[in-house]
């Protein structure tokens, strides 16, 4: 957690990030990290909360399925407490109470796996797979600049 939190702080003096306006947000169960690193989890996102040009999503302690019965765990705290009536769930209400309410565009999945582990069952719909044979922590800027024209080059239809 040392190493993590190290890395949260490089994050948050790293000038590209400011200077490319990128958001950093954490998604998943955070509250099982430590106080300290949660605390550096929230600093970061709130300091990056108004930059636009770009996002960079942290899935930590997260599982597709997980996040998906925790959006059910919501709604039903919300029609307990009359703050949404059954008839009125539908798509939007339900992707409202997710993790995070975007489509995702482009998921990068290291480590040689040729699978999304449930990775954003929701949200990565009509997303973009780029596969990678390296690890994370191997994974480098140039690995960055390769999947992003990978990226570029692609025909993206949403299922049509």
């Known amino acids: 957690m040392n190493l993590f939190e190290e890395e949260l702080e490089n994050i948050k003096h ?19 990290f430590p106080k300290e690193v949660q605390e550096k989890m929230k600093q970061l996102e709130k300091l990056t909360k108004n930059y636009k040009n770009y996002e960079v999503n942290f899935a930590m302690a997260y599982g597709g399925r997980t996040e998906l019965v925790d959006a059910a765990k919501k709604i039903g ?24 309410n975007d489509e995702v565009d482009f998921v990068i999945r290291t480590s040689g796996e040729k699978r999304t582990s449930g990775f954003m069952l929701w949200q990565s719909s009509y997303a973009e797979l780029y596969f990678c044979n390296k690890h994370w922590p191997e994974f480098t800027k140039k690995d960055l600049t ?4 990978s990226y570029k080059k692609r025909d993206r239809r949403f299922g049509k």
């Open 14 to 32: 790293n000038k590209e990030i400011h200077e490319n306006k990128v958001r950093i947000r954490f998604l998943g169960r955070t509250w099982m």
């Open 77 to 100: 705290r919300l029609i307990r407490e009359k703050k949404l009536d059954p008839k009125d769930i539908d798509e939007n209400v339900f992707a409202k109470n997710l993790y995070l």
């Open 146 to 149: 390769d999947a992003l024209k």
